[in-house]
């Protein structure tokens, strides 16, 4: 028996599938028992230099020619950025298995495609969609099924991740170009450093974690790091906090708190020993309690062709089998979000005052006048007319929290009010977080 | 459809599967798509007190009942210690699925298991053997079969990891005390604080990383952490490590070199993060790097549980589907050890001396006539007349420091030679570490 695979796409990601393939192909066919060939790659363009020899009669710089091929069983689809759809839902209506590391387009357009994958009984994999490496997938789809999951939290993006050390002691702008020229951010680094990237991975690990059909739109706020400096990474420490880029799921009695955005965490805590551009993944679930998966490459193009090989290796094992074992649709339940302005949460808050008498009066006047307590405060000796305070605050609502800012803004005795950040508590059990 | 469900046992363990299994039965069956009902529970004491209520007509104390029931399809066999083989062989022989999570088993008569379940186009499922939550052993079995794996190395005893914490500030009989109390040790330790435990699980995990019939006996040498005092960590600590008990596998072209030991890992790699009595697991792969699974809940019924049940969905839906998806033992392949006697690796030394002129200088002697190197070395002032010393020697393989140690226990200026303890470096890229 020969299996015979079509791939669209031959970028960086493509290139370490295609090397991994080859180099280990004997192997994978020893443990399948049965014949595997990359049978044609589709790519944009035929005369483009590769890093990769591929041999005669492969290449095609027609997509259809794959789809469109009986003989081709299974499908990766590499084009990346949500461009795969059309090409995607086609695969899956002749009746091929897909394989897809496109996080994108699972996060915005998953209902569809796993609606026409279930419609035609194929397999669709996506478990190098998030976490690279890091089984993260395969873990929420079959490896946690038993268990009901109460909270997930992320660090799912390494650029993020790398850069916050960076400006913990230098600058935001200074750590960007780091991370630039290190190779971990774009020349335009939007998707990353705004919490783009985080919300789409977010919202397919929710999606798998609480089986509910879960979009990007379902993700509210999504905060990124661009407004932090070094200053608010120096108060955290010494508050015992360290600053994480977090994507946050929340079963609240059924209905999904999910968010990302920059996050005080106790530096005991698991999330708080990801460090570098890796990736990691906590989970608290009812029977299995607390659980981490990392520190492990959350991208790269080997790291990536591992999980999209394993991938791959499953489907072939069903197709040997023939049957589909992956991931069903048919158990999944609307969403029904929690309102985010109910969320409560303790908060770090920095703020430039007016140096003169009164003006901390001020601000604890105005968190007093929406039920704000402050739990701990930290302002520096100096002689600058402008002091700068640090606080951290009691538990309360988001929509306390938005108020109060708003009235920072307006208040003359402050000069600046930076955003507030979001704790989690050390002592969670002492208090209701979240609720 | 009806999927009917047998249970060897009703222990800690089984009564956590039974519980979380009745809790959360609904949301199984409506996933798979099928009833699911235990049907039959073998246990020795009918008539013993249980803290979950059992139906009428589900306890039996004849095993035979479940096995020779041709309506059983999946058994749970959670008797334990090594006690269920003849029951497994024969729930394998009459082609039912088997699940189980006797880590003893696997790692002494997997091969006759697994041949069993070949034979019989069943599953044999043990996802709960090793790491209780943590999805080590889907993992390894599915997630990197793409990679090829060059190194793991394990935490894989809550019990022990717990004591190096208590016997690094007390010592080890109150560490061990505490354990007792703590509910983590059993009145007879043995099998944890000797290794003995880490060691069954590390042939479950070699088995599977490494695609070969690894099995206890593979493992040498087995050291536990009695020997362990204070003053180790305090030194340790000094120079920048932790002590932990690892479980060591790794592939030397082609050769398995597999040990549990304790040893000085650098306090920032990730399996320094493991703390309390939890499991961490640490693999690296030519493709995905390094990467670590943990800190989870390394044993436990509600942990264990969750792993027992994911394992029993997977199979009910190869039922439903009509297929075997689990690991396949055809493609494994015979072990060949690598020589102990050649590892190479840094080792930690503690010695007691008499306090006199020459008794340094005798130390460096005996090493240097076995051509190991001191790297570096730390004596506390004393007015004791038996001075301690610690040192830290350059890699040297494992014979010329076995030879070095029993050089030590015939001088006369060495009162008394501490184990000597492998250590992990810190910059490993520097050094040939273990070759």
Same mark, same amino acid.
């Not at 299995?288 to 790269?300: D, R, S």
């Given at each position: 028996?020969?299996?015979?695979? $079509?791939?669209? $796409?031959?970028?960086?990601?493509?290139?370490?599938?295609?090397?991994?393939? %080859?180099?280990?192909?004997?192997?994978?066919?020893?443990?399948?028992?049965?014949?595997?060939?990359?049978?044609?790659?589709?790519?944009?363009?035929?005369?483009?230099?590769?890093?990769?020899?591929?041999?005669?009669?492969?290449?095609?710089?027609?997509?259809?020619?794959?789809?469109?091929?009986?003989?081709?069983?299974?499908?990766?689809?590499?084009? $990346?950025?949500?461009?795969?759809?059309?090409?995607?839902?086609?695969?899956?209506?002749?009746?091929?298995?897909? /394989?897809?590391?496109?996080?994108?387009?699972?996060?915005?357009?998953?209902?569809?495609?796993?609606?026409?994958?279930?419609?035609?009984?194929?397999?669709? @994999?996506?478990?190098?969609?998030?976490?690279?490496?890091?089984?993260?997938?395969?873990?929420?789809?079959?490896?946690?099924?038993?268990?009901?999951?109460?909270?997930? @939290?992320?660090?799912?993006?390494?650029?993020?991740?790398?850069?916050?050390?960076?400006?913990?002691?230098?600058?935001?702008?200074?750590?960007?170009?780091?991370?630039?020229?290190?190779?971990?951010?774009?020349?335009?680094?939007?998707?990353?450093?705004?919490?783009?990237?985080?919300?789409?991975?977010?919202?397919?690990?929710?999606?798998?974690?609480?089986?509910?059909?879960?979009?990007?739109?379902?993700?509210?706020?999504?905060?990124?790091?661009?407004?932090?400096?070094?200053?608010?990474?120096?108060?955290?420490?010494?508050?015992?906090?360290?600053?994480?880029?977090?994507?946050?799921?929340?079963?609240?009695? $059924?209905?999904?708190?999910?968010?990302?955005?920059?996050?005080?965490?106790?530096?005991?805590?698991?999330?708080?020993?990801?460090?570098?551009?890796?990736?990691?993944? &906590?989970?608290?679930?009812?029977?299995?309690?607390? %659980?981490?998966?990392?520190?492990?490459?959350?991208?790269?193009?080997?790291?990536?062709?591992?999980?999209?090989?394993?991938?791959?290796?499953?489907?072939? %094992?069903?197709?040997?089998?023939?049957?589909?074992?992956?991931?069903?649709?048919?158990?999944?339940?609307?969403?029904?979000?929690?309102?985010?302005?109910?969320?409560?949460?303790? &908060?770090?808050?920095?703020?430039?005052?007016?140096?003169?008498?009164?003006?901390?009066?001020?601000?604890?006047? /105005?968190?007093?006048?929406?039920?704000?307590?402050?739990?701990?405060?930290?302002?520096?000796?100096?002689?600058?007319?402008?002091?700068?305070?640090?606080?951290?605050?009691?538990?309360?609502?988001?929509?306390? @929290?938005?108020?109060?800012?708003?009235?920072?803004?307006?208040?003359? @005795?402050?000069?600046?009010?930076?955003?507030?950040?979001?704790?989690?508590?050390?002592?969670?059990?002492?208090?209701?977080?979240?609720?």
């Amino acid at each position: 028996m020969e299996i015979k695979i $079509g791939m669209l $796409g031959l970028g960086t990601v493509g290139t370490g599938v295609y090397q991994l393939f %080859q180099e280990k192909r004997k192997i994978y066919q020893r443990e399948l028992g049965c014949g595997l060939t990359i049978a044609k790659i589709a790519v944009a363009h035929l005369d483009k230099e590769r890093k990769v020899q591929i041999p005669e009669g492969i290449l095609t710089d027609n997509a259809q020619e794959i789809i469109e091929d009986p003989g081709i069983q299974v499908v990766i689809e590499l084009i $990346g950025g949500g461009k795969g759809l059309e090409h995607d839902l086609a695969i899956l209506k002749t009746r091929k298995h897909l /394989i897809t590391a496109d996080k994108l387009l699972i996060a915005t357009r998953g209902d569809e495609l796993f609606q026409a994958a279930a419609k035609n009984n194929v397999n669709l @994999m996506f478990g190098a969609s998030v976490g690279g490496s890091i089984p993260v997938v395969r873990w929420l789809r079959d490896g946690l099924r038993a268990d009901k999951i109460k909270r997930l @939290m992320a660090i799912a993006n390494g650029t993020t991740n790398f850069m916050l050390a960076a400006i913990a002691i230098l600058s935001y702008d200074t750590a960007l170009s780091l991370a630039i020229s290190e190779g971990y951010a774009e020349p335009d680094p939007t998707f990353d450093v705004e919490g783009l990237d985080t919300a789409y991975k977010l919202a397919i690990l929710a999606r798998l974690a609480f089986r509910q059909r879960v979009t990007f739109e379902h993700i509210y706020p999504v905060e990124g790091i661009t407004a932090l400096e070094p200053a608010d990474f120096t108060y955290a420490n010494r508050w015992g906090y360290v600053i994480k880029l977090i994507a946050w799921a929340e079963d609240r009695d $059924g209905k999904l708190d999910l968010r990302v955005h920059p996050m005080l965490i106790p530096e005991e805590h698991p999330l708080a020993q990801i460090v570098g551009a890796n990736n990691g993944f &906590y989970v608290e679930g009812e029977a299995i309690g607390e %659980q981490t998966l990392g520190p492990g490459k959350g991208a790269g193009p080997q790291p990536t062709a591992s999980t999209v090989i394993a991938d791959l290796l499953q489907v072939c %094992q069903d197709i040997k089998n023939g049957q589909v074992s992956a991931y069903q649709i048919n158990a999944l339940e609307k969403v029904e979000t929690y309102p985010v302005t109910k969320i409560v949460s303790r &908060y770090f808050l920095r703020l430039t005052l007016a140096n003169e008498a009164g003006a901390l009066e001020e601000v604890a006047n /105005i968190l007093k006048d929406f039920g704000i307590s402050i739990s701990a405060f930290d302002q520096p000796e100096t002689t600058n007319p402008e002091a700068e305070v640090a606080l951290i605050t009691w538990p309360t609502e988001d929509l306390n @929290m938005s108020k109060a800012s708003a009235r920072f803004q307006e208040s003359p @005795m402050v000069k600046k009010a930076y955003p507030s950040i979001r704790i989690l508590p050390k002592e969670e059990k002492g208090e209701e977080h979240g609720k």
